[in-house]
Nanobody
């Protein structure tokens, strides 16, 4: 059974930084793309970034390009999201998701495997 556990969220001032982590178990982690999504109150969940199974292939939502960096360590079954220059509109619950394939086709196909999420609040 797939288990995804996110951590690293918190309260940060505008312009600050946070690093989210997601540890996966129950899957052959290195075989799949991984992604970060977020959901703000009253809004639909949106894809923030994804990374292919091979380190180096990444894609970002326009709203976070240049500020967020997704990375993975296949030896630790962990995917990260480094978030810099945070804005109040980045406030949301952030979730990681395992893809259905490698992501090498240029798209993350989300699976039904989700973590519990980690809250990020950007406020002064």
């Amino acid at each position: 059974q797939v288990q995804l556990v996110e951590s690293g969220g918190g309260l940060v001032q505008p312009g600050g930084s946070l690093r989210l982590s997601c540890v996966a178990s129950g899957i052959r982690f290195s075989a799949y793309s991984m992604a970060w999504y977020r959901q703000a109150p009253g809004k639909q969940r949106e894809l923030v970034a994804f990374i292919t199974r091979i380190v180096g292939g990444t894609s970002y939502a326009d709203s976070v390009k240049g500020r967020f960096t997704i990375s993975r360590d296949n030896t630790k079954n962990t995917v990260y999201l480094q978030m810099n220059s945070l804005k109040p509109e980045d406030t949301a619950v952030y979730y990681c998701n395992q893809g259905l394939d490698s992501g090498l086709g240029g798209r993350h196909y989300e699976s039904d495997s989700w973590g519990q999420g980690t809250q990020v609040t950007v406020s002064s």
